[in-house]
């Protein structure tokens, strides 16, 4: 089959995992799948924000900007058409974005079938967390592609609610989350500790750190559970692998406390070596979420055996289960989740009862990249022959 992937992710981070996954499972599978997508995104590295992009929305206003958007579907509507008539794919399979119509009017000019992948309600992501100006135009584009789309792709059955709330009918919506590339996340025993996690019980988090995954509260847990430990057991330490705007203070925490020592940083790391550092963790931490996503790095955390801490909250159900493959926490609770954290300090065999499981989960719940693509060309073959 061939496949025309259309996307408008100009920077290489968490988006562009799933795109380039999703498209290389695509291609070992056979299927030839031709690329509509900004350069910026191929030329940047891992972790990149988009570069002129990024840094044209930073000067101009934000109506501005949304306009710039929207002008953008005029050319790429263009360089969709021009695919279309050169390469004359099978079906089309667009990443949703934001004030981008231009992929459902390519499809209905050239009476190809679109899947449409949605990783978030946009409008209302951006209008609660960055501000929109033209809420109008927004709204219209938002419910335009959704339901013009002959089948969405919603990552949770949260969002699979707001997709059908805005009119898509229930026949056109599956429910396909992240996945993972197990042969780069997998369990691997302590042998691959690095010397100085060797003997030590570590809890990690990978990501972004935000003030509102409140770490520096978890650090003085660690710090206050190796004061109280027994001289036997293994000393706790903190790892965290990213970056964000709360390390300064967490480093500054660390030396008040005199606790240096129990707290690794790792910084920005490349996309590469993320399992690397997962092989050091022993407990995992997803402090929080938004309500509707399908959160990678938890799918991560399960293919690698980790215990995993997690809010519990209705799309993290639908990965996790209390007391299976993870310990779950009050969303919103900070005690709750410190109080869980404590639970597995103390509880060696309730953490290989989750690690265990955790991994288990992944085959379980077809968790990879090569599931999800065998999925969207079972969907596109049952669209093209209704074609």
Not at 32 to 60: N, T, Y
Not at 107 to 115: C, S
Not at 136 to 156: G, I, K, Q
Request: glycine letters at 6%; hydrophobic letters at 45%.
């Amino acid at each position: 089959m061939k496949i025309l992937y259309h996307h408008r992710v100009a920077s290489r981070d968490g988006q562009y995992v799933h795109i380039d996954a999703i498209i290389n499972a695509l291609r070992q599978q056979g299927h030839e799948v031709v690329v509509v997508a900004p350069a910026v995104s191929d030329q940047a590295e891992f972790g990149a924000d988009g570069g002129w992009v990024s840094k044209v929305r930073q000067m101009l206003p934000r109506f501005c900007c949304e306009i710039l958007e929207f002008g953008y579907s005029g050319y790429d509507f263009a360089k969709l058409c021009l695919t279309l008539y050169r390469e004359k794919p099978d079906a089309i399979y667009e990443r949703y974005n934001l004030f981008l119509p231009s992929g459902i009017l390519a499809k209905q000019l050239f009476n190809v079938p679109l899947v449409l992948e949605i990783n978030a309600p946009l409008f209302d992501e951006r209008n609660a967390y960055g501000g929109l100006s033209l809420t109008w135009l927004a709204r219209w584009s938002e419910l335009f592609t959704w339901r013009n789309a002959d089948h969405t792709l919603p990552v949770s059955h949260v969002l699979a609610g707001y997709v059908q709330r805005a009119g898509v009918p229930e026949q056109a919506i599956s429910v396909i989350p992240n996945g993972i590339d197990s042969h780069l996340f997998y369990p691997v025993d302590d042998k691959e500790k690095q010397p100085e996690f060797s003997d030590s019980l570590v809890v990690g988090f990978v990501g972004f750190c935000r003030e509102w995954h409140q770490l520096e509260h978890v650090l003085s847990l660690i710090v206050e559970f190796n004061r109280q430990r027994n001289l036997d057991d293994p000393e706790v330490k903190f790892l965290i692998v990213g970056d964000g705007p709360v390390l300064d203070k967490l480093k500054k925490q660390a030396r008040d406390l005199k606790a240096e020592h129990q707290i690794h940083i790792t910084g920005l790391i490349d996309r590469q070596h993320i399992p690397g550092w997962l092989s050091q963790i022993d407990i995992a931490l997803q402090p929080a979420v938004t309500p509707w996503c399908s959160p990678l790095k938890l799918i991560e955390y399960l293919a690698c055996g980790k215990a995993i801490v997690a809010p519990d909250s209705d799309n993290i159900r639908e990965l996790l289960t209390d007391g299976d493959n993870a310990l779950l926490f009050k969303a919103g609770h900070l005690a709750d989740m410190l109080e869980q954290i404590k639970r597995l300090l103390s509880d060696a065999a309730l953490r290989q009862q989750l690690s265990a499981n955790a991994a288990a989960s992944i085959a379980r719940q077809q968790l990879t990249w090569p599931d999800n693509a065998r999925k969207i060309v079972s969907i596109f073959e049952s669209l093209i022959i209704k074609h």
